[in-house]
Nanobody, 121 residues
Framework: QVQLVESGGGSVQAGGSLRLSCAAS????????MGWFRQAPGKEREFVAS???????NDYSDSVKGRFTISRDNTNSAYLQMHSLKAEDTAVYYC???????????????WGQGTQVTVSS
């Protein structure tokens, strides 16, 4: 079982930055790919970024490429550094873990409770 806890959300003006953190409670963190998804009001949950178990491979949605960076370390944590935030980035951001992962929401077995990011224009 994997438990995930996100932190670092908040309110920021357009053009600002935030760093989200995801703490994983699991003994074999290195076995899991990590991902970030987001869900805006009235919309479906969408893929934002993912990073492989080794940290050597990552993937981003086109909407955040060049602005967001996903990373992980050996403290059982994953991060999402967000720069040049836009109003359309406003959403609840979720951390996810899975042995494989992918861009499909259904590919991820474990989810955190989410953290709100609000970007004002």
């Amino acid at each position: 079982q994997v438990q995930l806890v996100e932190s670092g959300g908040g309110s920021v003006q357009a053009g600002g930055s935030l760093r989200l953190s995801c703490a994983a409670s699991v003994r074999t963190f290195r076995n899991y790919a990590m991902g970030w998804f987001r869900q805006a009001p009235g919309k479906e949950r969408e893929f934002v970024a993912s990073i492989s178990w080794s940290g050597n491979s990552n993937d981003y949605s086109d909407s955040v490429k060049g602005r967001f960076t996903i990373s992980r370390d050996n403290t059982n944590s994953a991060y999402l550094q967000m720069h040049s935030l836009k109003a359309e980035d406003t959403a609840v951001y979720y951390c996810a873990a899975d042995c494989k992962g992918g861009a499909d929401v259904r590919s991820w077995a474990y989810w955190g409770q989410g953290t709100q990011v609000t970007v004002s224009s």
